[in-house]
Each structure stands twice: as C-alpha cells, then as structure tokens.
C-alpha cells in the first residue's frame, strides 16, 4: 500500500516562496514499476485542481499554466521524496496541497483528472497573505 506523507507548508508573503515535500513509503523506486506523483491543491470553496506531475521514469513534469515558470517538480528516487518548489507565490495559491500517487503502465503517462489518483497524502497548508 502506497502511503504519501506531505509536510512544508507555511503562511507567507505574497512574491516569496515555499518548498513542499512529500515521503511515499510503500513504493520502491523501479523503471518496472512506473508510477506518477502529482501535486494537487484545494482553496476553500472551490475544486480541487491538478498543479502539476511527474514520472519516476525521469520524463520533465508537467505544471498547469497558471504555475508554469514558478512551480518546479522534483524527485529524490533514492529516498522516495517529491519536492514542489514555489516561487513568488500569489494570494490565490493559498490552498490544501496534496501529493498524490497512481501507478502507470510501462510506456504510459500520468492521468490527468484527481479521480485518476488512487493514493492521497493529508495535505498540508499554504497560506498566502500581507
């Protein structure tokens, strides 16, 4: 059973910046086994959305356009970690973020919608404010 720990949230300055991580256990890194993290987030009130995702095969991640530029995915395979650095962080990225986990078939891509996500990390909180 995957398992999805996040941590790194913080209140901060609108412009400053943040780094989230999240520790899966449960999961040995293995090009045979390609699994997909992505990062989600949910303001109150409104949907959750997809920030952006990555393949432990080494493919780049890809970021939804309101993040591109600012938002950057990376991964420790070694220790089983996803990273998402922020970078001038505006008022409406204050939100739950998740991290989340799917397994991929060999050749495959990450799914695109949350549904598509079987394992869910907590969630941890960012608050961006004056």
């Known amino acids: 059973q995957v398992q999805l720990v996040e941590s790194g949230g913080d209140s901060v300055q609108p412009g400053g910046s943040l780094t989230l991580s999240c520790v899966v256990s449960g999961y040995t890194y293995s090009p045979y086994r390609p699994i997909c993290m992505g990062w989600f987030r949910q303001a109150t009130g409104k949907k959750r959305e997809g920030v952006g995702s990555?393949?432990?095969?080494?493919?780049?991640?890809t970021y939804v356009d309101s993040v591109k530029g600012r938002f950057t995915i990376s991964q420790n395979n070694a220790k089983n970690t996803l990273f998402l650095q922020m970078n001038n962080l505006k008022p409406d990225a204050t939100a739950m973020y998740y991290c989340?986990?799917?397994?991929?078939?060999?050749?495959?891509?990450?799914?695109?919608?949350?549904?598509?996500?079987?394992?869910w990390g907590q969630g941890t909180q960012v608050t961006v404010s004056s």
């Open positions: 989340a986990a799917a397994w991929v078939r060999i050749g495959g891509t990450c799914p695109i919608t949350a549904t598509d996500f079987p394992y």
């Open positions: 990555i393949m432990n095969s080494g493919m780049s991640p």
